[in-house]
T-cell receptor, first 117, second 110 residues
């Protein structure tokens, strides 16, 4: 149980385009999902917390207009990188908390590798 | 916010050796998780262990919450254990935000 999927796994796009990444909890309901970014050989940094039916909470320094987050259902959150630039190239990972487990353990998706040319 | 520090940053072992990875954290926690990041980037959940001791096969973990540290033990290491091990924690009364340590890169040589 507690499987999280992400789509796509890899995307290459031209500078200036927008890219949408989906994060799904496959076998559980997640009221809260999280989006992280990981640069090469570095640790994961939280970008934003996504709550179903409400606006996302962004970490300091993360531009909310650039990284649009939508959590429309208990199993789906999306991250849209708008007007992507080469410096946005990174590994994006989502996680979700199982609402019914009664604890705050997070389960992570396989990640999406974004390359902006 | 909470600080999470891992040591050592790098560890090289021969197959069959045992190892201990350490995670220090600066505040009371309601969540502490250990992960193994495989070569494709996937974070594999190893342990959810805000306190106490757990074992899963060759791996075990202990968190001493009152002293603010956690240990991950790997016994009889195998080459497939290679990768980066992360510790992450969140604080009580916080918003469940996990703060990650910088990781320990483990290399197990045959």
């Amino acid at each position: 149980g507690a499987v999280v999927s992400q789509h796509p796994s890899r995307v290459i796009c031209k500078s200036g385009t927008s890219v949408k990444i989906e994060c799904r909890s496959l076998d559980f309901q997640a009221t809260t999902m999280f989006w992280y970014r990981q640069f090469p050989k570095q640790s994961l940094m939280l970008m934003a917390t996504s709550n179903e039916g409400s606006k996302a909470t962004y970490e300091q320094g993360v531009e909310k207009d650039k990284f649009l987050i939508n959590h429309a259902s208990l199993t789906l959150s999306t991250l849209t990188v708008t007007s992507a630039h080469p410096e946005d190239s990174s590994f994006y990972i989502c996680s979700a908390r199982d609402r019914d487990r009664g604890r705050v353990e997070q389960f992570f998706g396989p990640g999406t590798r974004l390359t902006v040319l | 916010g909470i600080q999470v520090e891992q040591s050592p940053p790098d560890l090289i072992l021969q197959e069959g050796a045992n190892s201990t990875l350490r995670c220090n954290f600066s505040d009371s926690v309601n969540n502490l998780q250990w992960f193994h990041q495989n070569p494709w980037g996937q974070l594999i959940n190893l342990f959810y262990i805000p306190s106490g001791t757990k074992q899963n096969g060759r791996l075990s973990a202990t968190t001493v919450a009152t002293e603010r540290y956690s240990l991950l033990y790997i016994s009889s290491s195998q080459t497939t254990d290679s990768g980066v091990y992360f510790c992450a924690a969140s604080t009580q009364g916080g918003s469940e935000k996990l703060v990650f340590g910088k990781g320990t890169k483990l290399t197990v040589n045959p």
